[in-house]
């Protein structure tokens, strides 16, 4: 049975525990790490089987585990990725926007080369991804339209220097168009999905996003189109956000269960 450790005891990685103490998951959760102190103090309350809370992200990295699930920030990828893997641990990434800065992508790559391991990216808040791995090498657009409530939007870098007003939006209205490389850096919590496409497809800077906020949605919708000379094909997924976190759909936290429960399986494996 692995041991598995988790880097960030907000809405992803609480679930991920309760998964794991309610014997869904086939591991033990041995070692927790928040940078709040209360967040992990609080998740080790709600779990029979009590893991042992780390001080800082070093002890986890080098506690007695065989992967360390990420569910914190893109910054705790950038931050500490590297180390993990040095110290022999597998690593499953839930803030995959950090791998669209190629210097950070690289980086990890070599790790997983240098110290023999995996990293895991759990496929989050959509779907297709097998389809659009399989036919990368004829892709010729890839585009990513997500429409959100403006409430779920709150809080992005972009608006730090944008003049758009989302209290002040009554229809669903476009309020970005880009790159991917650019959306996950504006949008850090909202459009892991872009990065996930870019680098299963046609890169960060091919990938396009659009952006909606629509105040008369309660869900967290992506649609994604791509075509070439495969053909094409559409995806839609409208998303329930998660209750403890709106940014968060509720599609993302099972599929990082189910990832998990894949890579402490033993079962036949399903997909490409």
Do not use: W
């Not at 998964?19 to 869904?24: L, N, P, Q």
């Not at 779907?127 to 997500?146: A, F, H, N, P, Q």
């Not at 991917?180 to 949008?187: D, G």
């Amino acid at each position: 049975m692995k041991r598995i450790g988790l880097l960030g005891c907000g809405a992803i990685g609480t679930e991920i525990a309760l998964a794991i103490d309610s014997g869904k998951i086939s591991a033990k959760l041995t070692h927790i790490y928040d940078f709040s102190k209360n967040a992990s103090a609080m998740l080790a309350n709600k779990l029979q089987n009590k893991p042992q809370i780390t001080e800082n992200v070093s002890l986890l990295a080098t506690a007695p585990v065989d992967l360390i699930v990420e569910a914190a920030s893109q910054d705790a990828v950038r931050d500490n990725a590297l180390s993990i893997l040095q110290n022999r641990k597998d690593l499953m990434i839930m803030s995959v926007g950090a791998l669209v800065d190629e210097s950070i992508f690289d980086v990890i790559l070599d790790g997983c080369m240098d110290f023999n391991k995996q990293v895991y990216l759990p496929s989050g808040a959509i779907i297709g991804l097998d389809g659009i791995r399989s036919v990368k090498d004829e892709i010729e657009s890839v585009i990513l339209v997500t429409t959100k409530n403006p409430k779920a939007l709150k809080g992005a870098i972009f608006f730090e220097t944008s003049k758009i007003d989302l209290d002040s939006i009554k229809e669903a209205t476009t309020i970005y168009e880009g790159s991917a490389q650019e959306a996950v850096k504006l949008f850090p919590a909202n459009v892991n999905v872009a990065a996930l496409l870019s680098l299963a497809g046609i890169g960060s800077q091919k990938t396009r996003v659009k952006i909606i906020a629509d105040p008369s949605t309660d869900k967290n919708i992506h649609e994604i189109q791509t075509q070439g000379k495969f053909g094409r094909f559409s995806i839609k997924v409208e998303n329930i956000p998660s209750e403890s976190n709106p940014k968060t759909s509720r599609l993302a936290i099972l599929s990082a269960i189910e990832c998990l429960r894949k890579i402490c399986g033993s079962d036949i494996q399903l997909g490409t």
